[in-house]
Nanobody, 125 residues
């Protein structure tokens, strides 16, 4: 499995960014995908996840500001991030697991074995 993230960058407080992630190298049709992030000196944390049936889960810190979506026809995951805050600064990682696991397990890092290289998001005042 190969995951590649795009769309990171530097924005000011209140700005917006759209991350995308392309997935390839597998044939299993039912997958869940998610975005995690990791700031320097902190644990990797779940941001948002989505099952193939459209079930979504968000971290409380991003609810109402971030929107996760996916295009199953081209195996692409998106994260629309609005009203960005300084605390959103982190490396953002795309991840994938086989099966619809977000619904039953939420943003549990342990269910994911496939990870991208990450894309940096920096929010400044």
């Amino acid at each position: 499995v190969k995951l590649a993230e795009f769309g990171g960058g530097s924005v000011q407080i209140g700005g917006s960014l759209r991350l995308s992630c392309t997935a390839s190298g597998y044939t299993y049709k039912t997958t869940c995908m998610a975005w995690f992030r990791q700031a320097p000196g902190k644990e990797r944390e779940g941001v948002a996840g989505i099952d193939s049936d459209g079930t979504t889960k968000y971290a409380d810190s991003v609810k109402g500001r971030f929107t996760i979506s996916r295009d199953n026809t081209n195996d692409t995951l998106y994260l629309e991030m609005n009203n960005l805050k300084v605390e959103d600064t982190a490396m953002y990682y795309c991840t994938l697991a086989f099966g619809d696991l977000i619904g039953p397990y939420g943003l549990n890092k342990d269910i994911f074995a496939q990870w991208g290289q990450g894309t940096q998001v920096t929010v400044s005042s």
